[in-house]
């Protein structure tokens, strides 16, 4: 009979193997860190880790981030090992055009893969969201003698991701709301591209986690598994604090004449280093080939199996003593609508409309949240210090006391961490159950600014409320008045940018992020009043097509205005204004480019005929415009930082103004 661990070291070379091969035939890697790192993966990944192969999704299973996730042979090393759906011939294609193993691990692309790592550090962060989530899950759902939700975290994380801001900012937070499923394990292996880290990080890294109130050990040999075991079963008996397992190890270990040097950080071995390397492991099989016996002993498909078996066991007994909440509990782990929210929105999109208030969108936004959370009790909002400001709390909402979790909440308080805050709401949208929401300024969405395009590669349906989005910010200054944001995160591939102009397109916005499946959405909003827009039900049933004509003209328009935001209510003056004068022209509202672009050619050219004239108006600035307008068009913005001053003024400083859009139609036509 196969022994269960015929010997770790066996079995962490089986990772080296296929790490060194694998780089070898893609020409390019990082073999170093899974080298370095194989013996952490056999402990964790044989002894602890909760998962089926069989079933990646399944709901109740362990969390695994790689933070460094430049060292992807190892998570694809195990996943092939333990059974997911990971081929030697995928192994084989490591890096290649068409091929499943990416360089780095990337979410929705690999099967086992929990989030996409590569910008290091945000791994880190991701699985804060995972154990904030499952604690959160967890508190609502769990009953006496039904823990339906009862996993772990497991994160590795190297040098890299220790000396990024975002560390500090994810795991404080991890510290104060003690999360004590989240063990992570500190690859502390002293090299990084540049030498010796000793250099430029010389942290005191197990007295920095100490403040942070975790739970730390220290000196652990990271290439002995039995020490790596022990550590594991300590850091799951401490259940009020996360843990740190500091791991001392050597990178590329196992490589005679390339371990413990920058060089094996990021290259490959070569043929020669390769052949000696086989040769200092003792292993004589050709490249690829791992031993039956190792093999066996990887495999996890048998007992991942047996523990989702009884885990779906507990689920049923569940189910029979607590129909409702089972029922809540399978609709939002797997992310489906409640079955009332298309007729529920539409009568409160109905009542918005007939308030017909002019306020500011951050203002129509809250108004919104009133509406639909009781319809969505995922919603988890959090703010970096500005609910007060982003008007993310609603009517019955609960802040999350981190000193009272068990008690509940909807709404989190992140403090100033938007960089860390919009990665671990990354994490909650990743683990499932939620529908979570980071608030800041707009321009302070620079910070945050690589997790949301994280979000938008990994497809996933996280909610950006960004306010005070231009000059109107006024007094605060070109510190705070964002120019050049709105634009550049148009330009983000697969995230939604909207951009309403009064309470009626906010709620649309917010019924869009809603349903969004597979793209995050960004909600730019107003720090000032603006009017309310009047509109049949058909005109408010095209705002869901991201742009429509808001206000048209008798016949054939002479010119088409295009505006967003607060500037709509400038382009609907110019309107008043030019029809005065005997010009004709049309209005479009353009609140979502994502949307808009998606609708087919035919309502495109209807909305924005071609051959005829156009102006945009948006207080930003303009060359985005000119995919609308043309070199031949005419834009009102502003291609500078803008000024302190009352909001008004600053607009007629930069002349975006209702007779400046006249202006420009007359020099048109």
Same mark, same amino acid.
């Given at each position: 009979?196969?022994?269960?661990?015929?010997?770790?070291?066996?079995?962490?070379?089986?990772?080296?193997?296929?790490?060194?091969?694998?780089?070898?035939?893609?020409?390019?890697?990082?073999?170093?860190?899974?080298?370095?790192?194989?013996?952490?993966?056999?402990?964790?990944?044989?002894?602890?880790?909760?998962?089926?192969?069989?079933?990646?999704?399944?709901?109740?299973?362990?969390?695994?981030?790689?933070?460094?996730?430049?060292?992807?042979?190892?998570?694809?090393?195990?996943?092939?090992?333990?059974?997911?759906?990971?081929?030697?011939?995928?192994?084989?294609?490591?890096?290649?055009?068409?091929?499943?193993?990416?360089?780095?691990?990337?979410?929705?692309?690999? %099967?086992?893969?929990?989030? #996409?790592? =590569?910008?290091? *550090?945000?791994? &880190?962060?991701? $699985?804060?969201?995972? +154990?904030?989530?499952?604690?959160?899950?967890?508190?609502?759902?769990?009953?006496?003698?039904?823990?339906?939700?009862?996993?772990?975290?497991?994160?590795?994380?190297?040098?890299?991701?220790?000396?990024?801001?975002?560390?500090?900012?994810?795991?404080?937070?991890?510290?104060?709301?003690?999360?004590?499923?989240?063990?992570?394990?500190?690859?502390?292996?002293?090299?990084?591209?540049?030498?010796?880290?000793?250099?430029?990080?010389?942290?005191?890294?197990?007295?920095?986690?100490?403040?942070?109130?975790?739970?730390?050990?220290?000196?652990?040999?990271?290439?002995?598994?039995?020490?790596?075991?022990?550590?594991?079963?300590?850091?799951?008996?401490?259940?009020?604090?996360?843990?740190?397992?500091?791991?001392?190890?050597?990178?590329?270990?196992?490589? %005679?004449?390339?371990?413990? #040097?920058? =060089?094996?950080? *990021?290259?490959? &071995?070569?043929? $020669?280093?390769?052949? +000696?390397?086989?040769?200092?492991?003792?292993?004589?099989?050709?490249?690829?080939?791992?031993?039956?016996?190792?093999?066996?002993?990887?495999?996890?498909?048998?007992?991942?199996?047996?523990?989702?078996?009884?885990?779906?066991?507990?689920?049923?007994?569940?189910?029979?003593?607590?129909?409702?909440?089972?029922?809540?509990?399978?609709?939002?782990?797997?992310?489906?609508?409640?079955?009332?929210?298309?007729?529920?929105?539409?009568?409160?999109?109905?009542?918005?409309?007939?308030?017909?208030?002019?306020?500011?969108?951050?203002?129509?936004?809250?108004?919104?949240?009133?509406?639909?959370?009781?319809?969505?009790?995922?919603?988890?909002?959090?703010?970096?210090?500005?609910?007060?400001?982003?008007?993310?709390?609603?009517?019955?909402?609960?802040?999350?006391?981190?000193?009272?979790?068990?008690? =509940?909440?909807?709404?989190?308080?992140?403090?100033?961490?938007?960089?860390?805050?919009?990665?671990?709401?990354?994490?909650?949208?990743?683990?499932?159950?939620?529908?979570?929401?980071?608030?800041?300024?707009?321009?302070?969405?620079?910070?945050?600014?690589?997790?949301?395009?994280?979000?938008?590669?990994?497809?996933?349906?996280?909610?950006?409320?960004?306010?005070?989005?231009?000059?109107?910010?006024?007094?605060?200054?070109?510190?705070?008045?964002?120019?050049?944001?709105?634009?550049?995160?148009?330009?983000?591939?697969?995230?939604?940018?909207?951009?309403?102009?009064?309470?009626?397109?906010?709620?649309?916005?917010?019924?869009?992020?809603?349903?969004?499946?597979?793209?995050?959405?960004?909600?730019?909003?107003?720090?000032?009043?603006?009017?309310?827009?009047?509109?049949?039900?058909?005109?408010?049933?095209?705002?869901?097509?991201?742009?429509?004509?808001?206000?048209?003209?008798?016949?054939?328009?002479?010119?088409?205005?295009?505006?967003?935001?607060?500037?709509?209510?400038?382009?609907?003056?110019?309107?008043?204004?030019?029809?005065?004068?005997?010009?004709?022209?049309?209005?479009?509202?353009?609140?979502?480019?994502?949307?808009?672009?998606?609708?087919?050619?035919?309502?495109?050219?209807?909305?924005?005929?071609?051959?005829?004239?156009?102006?945009?108006?948006?207080?930003?600035?303009?060359?985005?415009?000119?995919?609308?307008?043309?070199?031949?068009?005419?834009?009102?913005?502003?291609?500078?930082?803008?000024?302190?001053?009352?909001?008004?003024?600053?607009?007629?400083?930069?002349?975006?103004?209702?007779?400046?859009?006249?202006?420009?139609?007359?020099?048109?036509?």
């Amino acid at each position: 009979m196969l022994s269960p661990f015929p010997s770790s070291t066996a079995l962490a070379d089986a990772i080296r193997i296929l790490t060194i091969d694998a780089v070898q035939a893609a020409g390019c890697g990082h073999p170093g860190a899974p080298m370095g790192m194989a013996e952490m993966g056999v402990a964790l990944w044989t002894r602890h880790l909760s998962h089926n192969p069989a079933d990646p999704k399944w709901v109740n299973r362990d969390r695994f981030a790689l933070s460094n996730g430049h060292a992807s042979m190892l998570i694809y090393s195990m996943l092939h090992l333990t059974g997911y759906d990971v081929s030697l011939d995928d192994i084989k294609n490591f890096r290649k055009l068409g091929g499943r193993l990416p360089g780095h691990p990337e979410y929705g692309h690999t %099967p086992g893969v929990e989030t #996409t790592t =590569g910008p290091i *550090g945000q791994g &880190l962060a991701n $699985a804060v969201g995972f +154990a904030l989530a499952e604690k959160l899950l967890g508190i609502e759902f769990n009953q006496p003698g039904f823990p339906i939700v009862d996993h772990y975290t497991y994160a590795f994380v190297g040098d890299g991701c220790l000396m990024e801001g975002i560390s500090h900012e994810a795991c404080s937070l991890a510290g104060t709301w003690k999360l004590g499923k989240l063990i992570a394990f500190w690859d502390d292996n002293g090299i990084s591209i540049d030498g010796r880290v000793a250099d430029w990080f010389s942290d005191n890294t197990p007295k920095r986690f100490e403040a942070y109130g975790w739970h730390v050990i220290s000196g652990v040999d990271g290439h002995d598994v039995e020490a790596l075991d022990k550590a594991i079963q300590q850091a799951k008996a401490e259940t009020d604090r996360p843990t740190l397992i500091c791991c001392r190890t050597i990178i590329g270990k196992g490589s %005679p004449n390339r371990q413990d #040097t920058p =060089g094996v950080h *990021g290259n490959p &071995l070569g043929d $020669a280093e390769i052949a +000696a390397t086989r040769a200092a492991l003792g292993i004589t099989s050709g490249p690829f080939e791992i031993a039956a016996d190792v093999r066996a002993a990887w495999n996890a498909r048998d007992v991942g199996a047996q523990r989702q078996q009884k885990w779906q066991a507990l689920f049923e007994g569940y189910r029979a003593a607590f129909p409702a909440k089972a029922a809540e509990f399978e609709r939002r782990v797997n992310g489906r609508l409640p079955k009332n929210f298309a007729a529920e929105t539409a009568k409160l999109l109905a009542t918005i409309d007939a308030e017909a208030k002019s306020v500011a969108t951050r203002h129509g936004s809250q108004r919104a949240l009133n509406a639909l959370a009781p319809l969505m009790p995922e919603f988890l909002s959090g703010s970096a210090d500005l609910h007060a400001c982003t008007m993310t709390e609603w009517d019955g909402c609960k802040h999350l006391r981190a000193d009272a979790l068990e008690e =509940g909440g909807n709404v989190l308080d992140y403090g100033i961490r938007e960089f860390g805050m919009t990665a671990i709401v990354n994490g909650l949208a990743l683990h499932g159950g939620f529908l979570p929401i980071a608030a800041t300024f707009l321009v302070f969405s620079e910070y945050a600014r690589n997790a949301i395009r994280m979000a938008a590669l990994m497809k996933i349906n996280s909610i950006f409320v960004l306010t005070h989005d231009s000059i109107g910010m006024g007094e605060d200054g070109p510190t705070h008045q964002a120019v050049e944001q709105t634009a550049t995160l148009r330009l983000v591939p697969n995230l939604d940018v909207w951009r309403p102009c009064d309470s009626v397109e906010t709620f649309v916005a917010w019924q869009a992020a809603i349903e969004h499946r597979d793209s995050p959405t960004a909600l730019v909003l107003t720090r000032q009043r603006v009017p309310h827009q009047s509109r049949d039900a058909a005109r408010i049933e095209a705002i869901k097509r991201g742009g429509y004509v808001l206000s048209d003209c008798a016949g054939t328009p002479q010119a088409v205005i295009i505006a967003t935001g607060s500037e709509v209510s400038l382009a609907m003056g110019a309107q008043a204004k030019l029809a005065a004068e005997g010009v004709a022209v049309r209005v479009v509202s353009l609140p979502s480019h994502f949307i808009f672009e998606r609708q087919d050619a035919a309502y495109r050219d209807d909305v924005l005929p071609r051959g005829i004239p156009r102006v945009a108006v948006e207080a930003g600035v303009t060359d985005y415009w000119r995919k609308y307008v043309g070199l031949e068009g005419a834009v009102i913005g502003l291609d500078r930082f803008g000024e302190c001053g009352p909001a008004q003024e600053v607009y007629e400083f930069f002349g975006i103004t209702t007779d400046k859009v006249v202006e420009a139609v007359k020099g048109l036509v």
